[in-house]
């Protein structure tokens, strides 16, 4: 079983980094219910083994959207001032909340952020998002605490409908992620929800996932990525709903 669960493990990975560099979502989205629904893991311990791994999946995606010049530092600097504090409450607030309401929790999340994403417009490009950074940064970082998704199925989002172009929103969200994921992360390991063997062989995949997603998205017109973004958050929510019932 242990080299179908490595080769299983790699290919989670490496289409992980893919789809997490090409919507600035971090990753976690994927590797939750994966772990849980493919590797039967307790959702908790998906969870933190998620977070150490998005942290690495952001790293990468960052640098690869760094050489497209699309990365906003000004803008992610302000968000991340937020998201690290609010990674620190959401992940230790895992402690006390039962592990299916997080996973349900994620579902209606996706479900809200992909309905919008699909059905909304481009909006016109204006400074509101920086007066409102922090608060986007502390809310983003609380659901990615609680979560280990990284928070950029929220971040992205909320970027897009306060007029940030789609390629840079999603620059921008994995330069914060790199932020919360590690604080999630830190928080995790502390509370010994990590798997590090499972942490480790998906790391393996994830960089060059990752630096070949983020080519992608700049070569793909804005309003597909929004619209491809909308689709894809649906679906994760309809397959991890799917397993909750079933």
Avoid: N, Q
Avoid at 26 to 38: E, F, H, Y
Avoid at 78 to 85: D, E, Q, T
């Amino acid at each position: 079983m242990l080299p179908a669960y490595v080769i299983g493990m790699l290919v989670l990975a490496l289409f992980t980094g893919t789809m997490a560099a090409f919507f600035g979502i971090g990753g976690g989205s994927i590797i939750v219910p994966a772990l849980v629904i493919l590797f039967m893991f307790d959702p908790k311990v998906a969870v933190g083994t998620s977070a150490v791994c998005v942290a690495f999946t952001a790293i990468s995606s960052s640098i690869s959207h760094h050489r497209f010049g699309k990365v906003d530092w000004d803008l992610g600097t302000k968000i991340a001032m937020g998201a690290v504090p609010g990674a620190f409450i959401g992940a230790a607030l895992t402690a006390y909340i039962p592990s299916e309401f997080l996973l349900v929790l994620l579902s209606v999340m996706l479900i809200f952020s992909g309905m919008k994403l699909i059905t909304s417009g481009e909006r016109k490009e204006r400074d509101m998002h920086r007066k409102l950074a922090f608060f986007i940064g502390i809310s983003e970082g609380i659901i990615a605490g609680m979560l280990g998704i990284g928070g950029g199925i929220i971040l992205v989002p909320a970027l897009l409908f306060l007029g940030v172009s789609p390629h840079r929103a999603v620059a921008t969200s994995s330069l914060v992620i790199v932020f919360t994921a590690t604080m999630s992360a830190l928080t995790h390991t502390y509370l010994a929800h990590v798997d590090f063997l499972a942490a480790g062989i998906i790391i393996l995949g994830v960089i060059p996932g990752a630096r070949f997603g983020a080519a992608m998205a700049h070569r793909t017109k804005a309003e597909h990525l929004r619209a491809l973004l909308g689709i894809f958050l649906i679906v994760m929510a309809a397959i991890i709903l799917f397993d909750i019932v079933f």
